[in-house]
């Protein structure tokens, strides 16, 4: 770099820069743990009339966004929190074998070239804003995938979770938690890929030396290696699926029950997908419900992710 | 760093420069080629930036008023945020818009809240546009553009509430003896979001259909009977996918379906934008609505005049009868009038599919829109 | 390591080896080579179902999207477009104010969460010696990054609510949001990037006597600078598409608003949204021809197209910024 020649020059001053300048990057630092208070902060602050207001009126306006059905805050943001940890819990189900397939592929299996090609059409998938999933999810796939769903309910309806009869048009939870899987896919192939890629050689080679075929050197070294970054990369889509709102906003029929029957439709709904759909005509009281149920969100994403740091950082010590 | 931000402003600002001195800002001219855009209106010409937020059901028309008021106030520039009737009411009662566009009346709460706002008085809603909501279905071989079945309100609300499940069942066998329905299960479709549409829709069906709707009136789906879609593009497209679904949306989006054919009186009345305007024309205003000026609907659903269709979704547009800028209320008056005016009405029924008001009925308006002080 | 033995769990402990098991057979030898296959097969399948949605979402927006996609699209906004009627310049409207709010927007997000996630990673590498406060700030980083977005626009609301007042609404509260979402991406390509400089550059800037912020800015930052900006590229590439929290930060309007800090704005994912929730326009019986029902929908393709479009560049340009002026590492 061009930039050496340039600095011997500079007489050895600026003792007070040099001063600035730490402080100013350790207080972005701080800014970090002050940016996260903020949000807890101020989500609390407008969602204090749920709590610090006239109960009446909340319950009041719970009821109103149920139907009746609720009439505290818990049993409104009960269902919808079971609904988006089961939709997300579905949707990682779905995409964690295949994106920890694509990334052995990529890694291991695909010559050097193509590899490279693939990497990037998976990073393609990540570039996909989620307001396309949701216009694709509800006018292509909702159609497209009926039949199938049909088929699990006529063949696997003795299975509870399957029971049919399957919803024409699919807009059910089994839909979503597919669309889900594919937006989170590329998150959690590109880590895994790239743990993946770090198996020591030298491991890989012996276990090929002793006579060992590729799958077989796959398991022995490169999956046990990569346990903890696969797990992790998990917990991360898993965080990301929690906080989808457009795509499921647009695809999915809801409902607020503790139901996990997938092929049928209104039963389980998110708290994102909810905060969109309630949020235009809700009066000032209920924009501090649905902030209340944001901070919920906020709390499980929070959790989650901090989970997933505490085990691969266990993991890599 | 510092220069490679430097250097991306200066280029992001540049090629926007670029982009706006190609185009001009690329605001269409307004379309005042039709000839009918004589201005019976004697206001002068009003100028500044005014913005109203509120009903998405509203959109349509609101573009097409936008369109020809400043047609005629060449230098005003007016934006419509259709954020949603809550979302829209909220904003106006903190003074940041001009006025608000609902589905819903004001809630005595908010007529409290709104002579803060207000420089003085209350503020108040006037119906501005009034449109049909079609009970839809999609029925292989029985639905299609214009094709209609016949219902009793105690069928509609049946269906929705998921009691009759079948095409063939008796109730709607009796009432379309000349249809040969199948032997389908019928999937309701509904808002799965708050809406004014379905708040419209629930009362008419409580009103009508007596002892078989038992859930109380409220802006959100209140059974978990069918499936929910967000919005009426969300609730037609649903309706479109699959065979033997059954939904309600605002007329104009009915497209290629079949639409329900409702019963008044003695006699079956397909929706129509003049069918609409005849079942609010023959409703009497709510005198329970507090306030001044205030000029609330009581829709009339049971109502037996020969071709009134009862499902119909009134929206209003809210507005201060004084406000602390001269320049607002002389824009707020003269985009009510305009907005109210026959021209105005016509614009939308051709944009929006909606019903124009009757002239009694804007006689009413009017008084409210007068009251707006303009010194 | 005992890699030749063929049962699941080989690693732990010292290997009993029963060496029966490693007389080969050649049975056992063609059961092994099948497995090996099936996992192949699996793998490779695996591979497929993944491409199947991305193609089918891709050539779904593509083929619906070119139809409207043209100059004209490209150059107006979406004053005076009434129901299905052509506008006098002959097109249906277009999105050229959505463009135009996307960039400022985006842009302004940059400005935020940049310069201070790019400091907030010269603390975590340069000064903190991997501290308490360090891991601490790095956990939360990693924490941060799974904020959902709805939860970026309900804080952006509330924060300009109480501290600006009620019923605000302008391109600079999305920018806020937008900023949140993109900070802890900032931040860890930052770090990693700031990592690979070789120590030796440092030592030797040290070693003439330069200062530490000296030898920071001129020469750590400016060896890291392009992965520092091809991170900065992903992570805007990341949050442009974002929807949910712009709908209640920025808002919608249908002409061109170049003010980011008062006044609403549209973007082309909400632009997307709103056009998909008109559907149909209303052509009035007596309307001419040119009147197109299905234009709302046309239109939300066509921007939905335009939108991957400007991702995809984004992402293209970030990944050639980062391999031309790619730091020469050991591996």
């Known amino acids: 770099m061009s930039s050496q020649s340039k600095t011997a020059q500079q007489p050895v001053s600026g003792k007070n820069a040099d001063k600035v300048f730490k402080g100013v990057a350790y207080a972005c630092g701080i800014l970090i743990l002050v940016v996260l208070a903020a949000v807890a902060l101020f989500l609390l602050f407008r969602a204090w009339p749920l709590i610090g207001g006239d109960q009446k009126a909340n319950s009041d306006t719970i009821s109103n966004f149920t139907g009746g059905k609720a009439t505290s805050f818990w049993s409104y943001v009960g269902p919808l929190l079971f609904g988006t940890v089961l939709i997300s819990t579905l949707a990682l189900l779905i995409s964690f074998f295949v994106s920890v397939g694509i990334a052995l592929f990529i890694s291991h299996y695909a010559p050097k070239k193509l590899a490279t090609i693939l990497s990037y059409v998976v990073d393609l998938l990540a570039a996909i804003p989620s307001v396309i999933y949701g216009l694709w999810g509800g006018l292509v796939l909702v159609p497209a995938i009926y039949p199938f769903w049909n088929w699990v309910a006529k063949y696997l309806g003795w299975i509870p979770i399957f029971a049919g009869p399957a919803a024409n048009p699919s807009r059910t939870v089994a839909t979503v938690s597919v669309v889900l899987a594919v937006m989170i896919l590329p998150i959690i192939t590109s880590m895994s890929r790239d743990i993946f890629l770090q198996t020591p050689r030298l491991q890989e080679e012996a276990a090929l030396a002793l006579g060992a075929t590729k799958w077989e050197m796959v398991k022995l070294a490169v999956l046990p290696f990569g346990k903890s970054g696969v797990v992790s990369a998990s917990m991360l889509g898993l965080g990301r699926a929690l906080g989808e709102t457009m795509a499921v906003l647009m695809i999915l029929s809801p409902g607020l029950n503790y139901s996990v029957k997938l092929l049928q439709a209104s039963q389980n709904q998110t708290i994102a997908a909810n905060i969109a759909s309630q949020y235009p005509e809700a009066n000032d009281l209920g924009v501090s419900v649905l902030i209340g149920t944001g901070l919920v969100l906020f709390l499980i994403t929070f959790v989650v992710n901090f989970v997933a740091r505490k085990l691969t950082e266990k993991a890599s010590a | ?375 | 390591m005992t890699a030749a033995n063929n049962d699941a769990s080989p690693m732990d402990g010292a290997p009993v080896i029963d060496f029966d098991k490693f007389k080969p057979t050649r049975s056992f030898i063609a059961a092994r080579k099948r497995k090996d296959l099936a996992m192949r097969a699996l793998i490779a399948v695996a591979f497929i179902v993944a491409l199947i949605p991305l193609f089918s979402v891709l050539i779904t927006t593509i083929i619906n999207g070119v139809k409207r996609l043209n100059l004209n699209f490209l150059s107006y906004n979406m004053t005076g477009v009434v129901g299905g009627n052509p506008t006098p310049s002959g097109g249906y409207g277009g999105i050229l104010h959505a463009i135009i709010g996307t960039l400022e927007i985006t842009f302004g997000a940059m400005l935020i969460s940049i310069p201070i996630g790019l400091m907030c990673a010269v603390y975590l590498v340069e000064y903190s010696n991997r501290g308490r406060l360090a891991r601490v700030i790095t956990l939360l980083v990693d924490v941060m990054s799974g904020i959902p977005s709805i939860v970026a626009g309900l804080f952006a609301f509330s924060m300009f609510t109480i501290l600006i007042g009620p019923g605000t609404i302008n391109g600079f509260e999305g920018s806020v949001a937008l900023s949140l979402l993109m900070l802890p991406t900032v931040v860890k390509s930052s770090e990693e990037m700031l990592k690979i400089v070789p120590h030796d550059l440092r030592e030797a800037s040290y070693a003439l006597g330069v200062t530490k912020q000296r030898t920071i800015t001129k020469i750590v930052l400016r060896t890291a600078l392009p992965g520092i900006v091809s991170g900065a590229i992903l992570a805007v590439a990341r949050v442009i598409g974002e929807t949910a929290p712009l709908l209640m930060t920025a808002g919608y309007i249908a002409s061109t608003n170049f003010n980011l800090f008062s006044g609403q704005m549209t973007t082309l994912p909400v632009y997307v949204y709103q056009e998909y929730s008109k559907l149909n326009a209303n052509c009035p019986a007596n309307a001419s021809a040119a009147c197109v029902t299905t234009i709302p929908m046309e239109r939300a393709w066509a921007a939905a197209l335009v939108l991957i479009l400007i991702v995809l560049i984004l992402n293209l340009i970030g990944r050639l910024v980062a391999k031309v002026f790619a730091v020469k590492s050991e591996r």
Not at chain 2, 16 to 39: E, F, P, R
Not at chain 2, 93 to 110: F, K, M, N, R
Not at chain 2, 276 to 288: G, I, N
């Open chain 2, 1 to 375: 760093m510092r220069n490679s931000i430097l250097v991306r402003s200066i280029a992001a600002v540049s090629g926007i420069v670029m982009l706006a001195s190609v185009a001009a800002c690329g605001d269409n001219t307004t379309a005042s080629t039709d000839a009918s855009a004589k201005s019976d209106t004697k206001t002068e010409a009003v100028s500044g930036s005014f913005s109203g937020a509120g009903a998405s059901s509203q959109q349509a028309a609101v573009e097409a008023w936008i369109a020809g008021f400043q047609g005629t106030n060449p230098d005003a520039k007016v934006a419509y945020n259709p954020s949603g009737s809550g979302a829209g009411v909220s904003t106006f009662l903190t003074g940041a818009t001009a006025w608000a566009g609902s589905d819903a009346a004001l809630s005595d709460d908010e007529v409290e809240q709104s002579k803060k706002v207000c420089a003085s008085g209350n503020a108040f809603d006037i119906p501005v546009y009034i449109s049909p909501i079609a009970v839809v279905f999609n029925l292989q071989g029985v639905s299609g553009k214009g094709k209609t079945l016949n219902m009793d309100a105690e069928t509609i609300a049946k269906i929705f509430d998921g009691k009759i499940t079948k095409w063939n069942d008796n109730a709607i066998k009796s009432q379309n003896p000349k249809v040969d329905l199948p032997d389908l299960d019928i999937t309701v479709v509904h808002r799965s979001d708050k809406s004014g549409t379905t708040k419209n829709f629930l009362s008419y069906v409580k009103d009508a259909a007596g002892d078989a709707w038992s859930y109380d009136l409220g802006e959100n789906w209140p059974n978990e009977v069918g499936q929910g879609a967000k919005g009426t593009s969300g609730v037609i497209s649903t309706v479109q996918q699959a065979d033997g679904t059954i939904g309600y949306a605002d007329a104009s989006q009915a497209g290629n379906l079949g639409t329900v054919a409702v019963k008044v009186g003695d006699g079956y009345v397909p929706f129509s934008a003049e069918a609409a305007a005849k079942v609010v024309d023959s409703s009497p205003l709510d005198d329970s609505a507090k306030g001044d000026n205030r000029v609330v609907v009581k829709l009339d659903h049971n109502t037996t005049e020969k071709g009134a269709y009862p499902i119909v979704l009134v929206s209003y547009d809210i507005a201060c009868p004084a406000y602390k800028d001269a320049n607002t209320a002389k824009f707020v008056k003269s985009w009510l009038s305009y907005v109210t005016s026959d021209e105005g009405q016509q614009t939308a029924a051709s944009a929006a599919g909606s019903a124009p008001m009757s002239d009694t009925m804007r006689q009413k308006i009017a008084k409210s829109i007068d009251a707006i002080e303009t010194k």
